[in-house]
């Protein structure tokens, strides 16, 4: 049973509009969050990261907010450029960083 | 800059053989891990490690085992490699400190026919 799920296998946009990523998860122990991108014949690397006491952390282009009561956090990237297409992927730990999941992934597309 | 390196790009391996996939880290890092990834199924963990001869079962350790003798490496074996351990193997360290993130080699590619 998947505790972290990304729903939306693609997306696609324009340059220079915003992307926005979704994730849910189930395990309400989790309490370290993150994003991931990975380009073909690579590993992932890390994009991103928030832990449970904020709802927003911002890093240049992108930002993720985290919704705890629902669960739910997001990944913007605001503006999207070609160079963003990869597949991301949201992950998530509980303490400790021993049980680190991941979800399937969202393959962005950004179009110029 | 952290580097975790997999001793392999590209495997293939026949039906019940024996196969070790090898993974080295620079960074000492306490925490390392095995992962595959599959289509439509994103990242699932295998096995971790967070200390030398100290391992733990993820998700999916069916027909996979690991051994961890030196803290810079972990490797994984499949005992009687079968055609659905075809995947994406990625390895991964961290540190042993909450909020650490994870850092990940290239993978190695395993065909088993």
């Known amino acids: 049973d998947q505790q972290v799920k990304q729903n939306s296998p693609s997306l696609s946009v324009q340059e220079g509009r915003i992307s926005i990523l979704n994730c849910d998860y189930t395990n309400s122990m989790f309490d370290y969050f993150l994003w991931y991108k990975k380009y073909p014949a690579e590993g992932p690397t890390f994009l991103i990261s928030i832990s449970s006491i904020k709802d927003k952390n911002e890093d240049g282009r992108f930002t993720v907010f985290l919704n705890k009561s629902a669960k739910h956090l997001s990944l913007h990237i605001v503006p999207s450029q070609p160079g963003d297409s990869a597949v991301y992927f949201c992950a998530a730990s509980a303490r400790r960083n021993n049980d680190m999941r991941f979800g399937a992934g969202t393959r962005l597309t950004v179009k110029p | 800059d952290v580097k975790v390196t997999q001793s392999s790009r590209y495997l293939v391996k026949r039906t019940g053989e024996k196969v070790f996939l090898e993974c080295v880290q620079d960074?000492?890092?306490?925490?390392m891990f095995w992962y595959r990834q599959d289509p439509g199924l994103g990242l699932r963990l295998i096995y971790f490690?967070?200390?030398?001869?100290?391992?733990e079962k993820g998700d999916i350790p069916e027909g996979y085992s690991v051994s961890r003798e030196k803290k810079e490496r972990f490797s994984l074996i499949l005992e009687s490699a079968s055609t659905n351990q075809t995947s994406m193997y990625l390895c991964?360290?961290?540190?042993?400190?909450?909020?650490?993130?994870?850092?990940f080699g290239n993978g190695t590619r395993l065909t088993v026919t």
């Open positions: 960074m000492d890092h306490e925490n």
């Open positions: 991964a360290s961290s540190f042993w400190v909450n909020n650490s993130p994870l850092h």
């Open positions: 490690s967070y200390d030398v001869k100290m391992k």
